[in-house]
């Protein structure tokens, strides 16, 4: 059990570029989620992978976020046209069971510039 | 929805005192009920965790019990000591569907030798 792997650590941008964040789950974990998690913010619900299959959206996931998670493996999380907003800490976490407790990720944490 | 609210912070505590952090929930159902520490430069780590009522979490000194009637899971410990300084979330794991986490704010507590 090796833990969840996120790359980078660290993503410095400027406003409008494209950025790509990767997260490798614990091998045999099938469910795989992402959260945002600002300043002085607890983590917050970004969407959800069943396997391959994105189940689950939040509202704040807007029409420039977009996730995959090709095989069922790991994940990659895609940020268009980058805003100020989006200035954050990107987490991915893992489970094997639906009510199994979920394991984190170290971050990707974004600056935009 | 769902929801968790959990007491403000940050808390400084001298070492060997005790600890309570206090959190409620909102919740349709039977949900899973966690606390996360983060330590300094560090990712979430799971402390301990509940699933039904009644059940007492528990793990390195730190206790929480799930209490329906008061919808509460306040994380308590006996003797703090200095390694505990942290950030502590309190989160809730919805009972179908994605079962995605809703934390809360998040408490910093600080032990001072």
């Known amino acids: 059990d090796t833990g969840v792997s996120q790359n980078p650590r660290h993503k410095i941008t400027k406003r409008g570029q494209n950025v790509t964040f990767r997260c490798d789950p614990i091998s045999e974990h099938n469910r795989l989620y992402w959260y945002r998690q600002t300043l002085g913010q607890g983590p917050e619900f970004l969407t959800y992978f069943q396997n391959e299959a994105q189940l689950e959206k939040s509202r704040l996931l807007s029409d420039r976020f977009s996730a995959e998670r090709p095989k069922g493996s790991f994940s990659t999380l895609e940020i268009q046209r980058t805003e100020q907003g989006d200035s954050a800490m990107y987490l991915c976490?893992?489970?094997?069971?639906?009510?199994?407790?979920?394991?984190f990720g170290d971050g990707t944490r974004l600056s935009i510039l | 929805g769902d929801s968790v609210t959990q007491m403000e912070g940050p808390v400084t505590l001298s070492e060997e005192a005790f600890l309570t952090i206090n959190c409620t929930y909102t919740?349709?159902?039977?949900?899973?009920l966690f606390w996360y520490v983060q330590y300094p430069g560090e990712g979430l780590q799971l402390l301990l965790k509940a699933t039904k009522a009644d059940d007492k979490g528990s793990n390195k000194g730190f206790e929480a019990t799930y209490r329906k009637e008061t919808t509460s899971f306040h994380l308590e410990k006996g003797s703090v000591q200095v390694s505990d300084s942290a950030v502590y979330f309190c989160?809730?794991?919805?009972?179908?569907?994605?079962?995605?986490?809703?934390f809360g704010t998040g408490t910093r507590l600080t032990v001072i030798p």
């Open positions: 976490a893992s489970s094997k069971t639906d009510r199994a407790a979920q394991h």
């Open positions: 919740a349709t159902g039977y949900p899973s």
């Open positions: 989160a809730l794991g919805g009972e179908t569907g994605a079962n995605n986490l809703f």
